[in-house]
């Protein structure tokens, strides 16, 4: 899925240089739930923006499906984001002013997909994560719960080859949160690579490899910092 090779990355300023990764090199196979743990600045959100192809790295190559991206065009990043990836946020991301069901649509209409086929797959996504009953809601009529389960259903109707996941369980309560950590599973367990940022060492035991950053780098795997 992924390949990682000797990856840094630096924001600049006028005034500063900010070394936010440094030599990274990792691979992270399709199907597999990996989850990137570490303390705050140590580079997590970082590389969850590389891996979602929302930013480049300076240096270093980096292989999407088999394919070299690094120095790819914006109009790449874009069309393979849209195409293979799903998002989780931690603040859930939803459109206030669209119900339910059009919050999940939005993720099949920048892919193109048709009128008839969107609805279709809508109705399936929201009856995976237990929601049918909800799609003419509101945002706000939703718990906090609800409203991620629905972030959940827009990054899995399009069916993604990976979903990222920005501390999905960040804001909901034990029983939310394990209830996303066990779609997150499943996910997994099917095919679609997921890879989670967290700092909770219950909620990393869900994935199959835990990743630990500190500073840019990647710590050998006996290695554990509290996050």
């Known amino acids: 899925m992924f390949k990682l090779v000797d990856i840094t990355k630096r924001y600049r300023t006028s005034e500063v240089e900010t070394l936010a990764l440094s030599h990274v090199s990792l691979e992270i196979g399709r199907g597999e739930f990996l989850a990137i743990m570490g303390p705050s600045g140590c580079g997590k959100s970082t590389l969850l923006n590389i891996l979602g192809l929302l930013d480049s790295p300076s240096e270093g190559r980096l292989f999407f499906l088999g394919e070299e991206i690094a120095r790819a065009s914006e109009r790449k990043l874009t069309l393979l984001r849209r195409a293979h990836i799903g998002f989780i946020f931690q603040s859930f991301n939803l459109i206030d002013d669209l119900t339910v069901e059009e919050n999940v649509e939005v993720a099949l209409i920048y892919r193109g997909v048709g009128s008839a086929e969107r609805k279709r797959r809508c109705a399936a996504a929201l009856e995976r994560v237990g929601l049918p009953h909800r799609a003419r809601h509101l945002p706000q009529q939703l718990s906090g719960g609800q409203q991620q389960r629905v972030a959940v259903a827009r990054a899995l109707v399009g069916d ?63 290695t554990r910092l509290a996050a």
């Open 160 to 222: 993604p080859k990976l979903i990222l996941a920005d501390e999905p369980t960040g804001n909901l309560d034990s029983a939310n949160g394990d209830a996303v950590l066990g779609f997150l599973s499943e996910v997994a367990a099917a095919g679609t690579t997921v890879v989670m940022v967290t700092h909770s060492l219950e909620h990393a035991a869900h994935a199959g490899r835990t990743l630990d950053l500190l500073d840019g780098q990647v710590l050998p795997a006996t």
